[in-house]
């Protein structure tokens, strides 16, 4: 979605009004019950597919991406959207799937981490590394660090991706 030349940009009384109504729609449109998108996930993936085409509006497409997983068995989901992602914008990816993951956990969701980060980990992009360590953060914490994520981590910390490689050292899984 290229910015209009008559579209305000970054007025004092406004501010790309379109993509900001857009951004709105988008948001009403998906459950906030993350167990009532499963009646919602082809839809929800047909409209992230038409904001993945535009640049501008990606991060709305993952929004919409994530909602529609099926946590119960995530790998295969998560896997295309490693392959889509921008690796400088990895971060932000990162983030959104930490917030969703405590949101899925609050709504008492099964989760099941274990084989997508099994094969996400094993890659050496930036955004599988980054949605890999997401998820480990979230399972690691949620059950205590048992060994499975401590030894996630310790793969992660050796990521080919810099970046990714520390993130993973600036995660502890205690405090000393």
Known sequence: MAADVAEPNANCDADQPSRQRIERL???LRPHQ????????????????VLQAHPDLVRSAWKVRLTAIDWTAPTAELSRLASSVDPLRT?????????????????????????????????????AGGLALALVEHAGEESGWSQPWRQHLRALREHPVPAVAAWARETYTTEC
């Open 34 to 49: 993350i167990a009532a998108a499963a009646w919602h996930r082809e839809r929800l993936d047909q409209l992230a597919s």
């Open 26 to 28: 988008v948001s009403a």
């Open 91 to 127: 971060g932000e990816l990162r983030a959104l799937v930490r917030r969703k993951l405590v949101i899925a956990s609050s709504q008492g969701l099964e989760l099941q981490l274990e084989k997508p980060v099994e094969a996400l980990v094993t890659r050496t992009d930036a955004p």
